[in-house]
């Protein structure tokens, strides 16, 4: 073992980050980034924060109630309650640490509307709140001097021992192996699982797939959200989203006709929230035959349109759209997971020891649907609130011996086959998209379930290849066995 730490926390987008901050000078940590810091799914979030931060016109009552809304009722009430009243604390914090949050000329934070959401209350830097936030932790956790970064560093195996953890890491070709008394994953999300996402393109599920493979509760991993309005000329696998937030400012969905239809499929239109403008989308695309959609913004003033989505409006230039003039051509494509290693009020997952924070985690605050621009305030809360109960732990019980180091196997093998991935993501985007395919579930499952034993019946070589096709092989496999099975809580 090189060394030990007390805390090791896997991911470095904002749930990682945060959790870095919170820990006293005293506790050492570590922190592995899977590629460059800055590379998360986190960076990628465009609308903002949501938290109550104006009691006369808001309230905690209306911000749970329309996030038990978006859920389907499915949502853990007092997971949301904790999101809700501790949030806007931890929004303020990151504020004073930095993050460059759009002011009005009162001194008060804008706050803006999104779909679902009943108040003005999402908080935001233009449309590239995720990246302001990112780099704003990154400045200080680069700074503290008991956190030692880790980066373009692969988790690739992952021991629990009596006293803690015993992770190797795949570092410029070689292995390094370290130790910690407590874990945190914060690994995001599944995108890539799917032939089309939104998500960076680190987000293979490798988290999820490690604490199953030690046995850590996971749960509801079917629930995967399609956000209605990716930007649909993109091509490749990552597609650019067209924030929640252009709706909220009055942009309208159009057909192939160029007709307003949200209308026809839910009352709350173009502000209803994703998975209902996703359903509406594939319904209408049905009944049309097209898979030819826009959002149409060209009503606003073009000022106020460049100023107030500055990324956007570059990144669809580039695209060959002005959204001041033109219509923003967009399908529903994966885009956020509501399920994930299943944890409590403390973000403990089912292993002693072992926490996890941000999308790789069920918190139980999205139920069935994440209402927008919940994301980033459950990876504050969540995230703070694990490092706070490590400390805890780690104040009362002091620090235990590690136990035996396991066996590490050689990172040498065969070459693994190509198309294995490909072949994943075509499944998934066949089976189970907006529009489900039950009767495919069974035999797509079997299919899954042929490759994982593939992948872990030979010795391959250890390449980010090989570690990122077993866990998306893992995701799709649970997923697939919940909804044929009916699992879904």
Request: glycine share 8%; hydrophobic share 35%; charged share 25%.
């Amino acid at each position: 073992m090189e060394k030990k730490y007390d805390v090791i926390i896997v991911g470095t987008g904002v749930a990682g980050l945060y959790a870095a901050i919170n820990f006293p000078s005293d506790i050492s940590v570590l922190l592995i980034s899977k590629r460059e810091l800055p590379l998360s799914n986190s960076s990628l979030a465009q609308g903002g924060v949501a938290c109550v931060l104006d009691k006369v016109h808001d309230s905690y009552k209306l911000h749970i109630s329309d996030t038990l809304v978006a859920g389907k009722y499915k949502n853990t009430l007092s997971a949301v309650e904790k999101l809700v009243k501790e949030g806007p604390g931890d929004v303020l914090r990151i504020k004073e640490l930095g993050v460059d949050f759009d002011m009005n000329p009162d001194g008060t934070l804008c706050r803006t509307l999104e779909a679902g959401h009943s108040r003005h209350r999402i908080v935001h830097h233009k449309d590239s709140t995720g990246k302001a936030i990112v780099d704003a932790l990154i400045e200080v956790v680069r700074a503290l001097p008991n956190v030692d970064i880790l980066d373009n560093a692969l988790l690739y195996s992952m021991h629990k021992t009596l006293g803690g953890f015993y992770l190797s890491i795949l570092k410029d070709g070689e292995s390094r192996y370290f130790g910690c008394g407590y874990c945190i994953l914060a690994t995001g999300g599944i995108g890539r699982v799917y032939k089309y996402t939104t998500n960076s393109a680190i987000a293979t599920g490798d988290g999820i797939a490690f604490a199953y493979v030690l046995g850590a509760k996971v749960k509801n991993l079917s629930r995967v959200q399609f956000h209605p309005t990716a930007f649909a000329a993109d091509k490749g696998r990552e597609r650019f989203l067209i924030s929640e937030a252009v709706r909220g400012e009055g942009a309208v969905l159009l057909n192939c006709n160029r007709e307003r239809f949200a209308h026809n499929y839910d009352r709350r239109g173009e502000l209803a929230p994703r998975d209902v403008v996703s359903d509406a989308i594939i319904r209408e695309s049905l009944r049309t035959g097209s898979e030819s959609f826009y959002l149409d913004i060209t009503h606003k003033p073009a000022d106020f349109v460049r100023n107030r989505f500055p990324m956007i409006y570059e990144r669809c230039l580039e695209e060959g759209v002005d959204i001041t003039k033109d219509l923003i051509p967009v399908f529903p494509c994966q885009h956020y997971l509501m399920g994930g290693i299943d944890v409590n009020l403390n973000s403990e997952t089912s292993i002693a020891g072992l926490y996890a924070a941000g999308e790789c985690a069920h918190t139980g605050v999205h139920g069935a649907n994440r209402l927008a621009s919940n994301s980033l305030l459950e990876a504050l809360v969540y995230s703070r609130t694990a490092a706070q109960h490590i400390t805890s732990k780690l104040r009362k019980y002091g620090r235990k011996p590690m136990g035996l180091e396991p066996a590490h196997r050689p990172i040498t093998g065969k070459k693994m086959p190509s198309g294995m991935r490909s072949q994943i993501r075509e499944i998934l985007q066949d089976t189970y998209f907006v529009l489900p395919k039950p009767e495919k579930y069974t035999e797509s499952y079997k299919q899954v379930e042929s490759i994982i034993e593939k992948l872990y019946g030979e010795t391959y070589e250890i390449t980010s290849d090989l570690i990122e096709a077993k866990s998306i092989a893992l995701v799709a496999a649970i997923i697939l066995d919940e909804v044929r099975e009916g699992k879904d809580d």
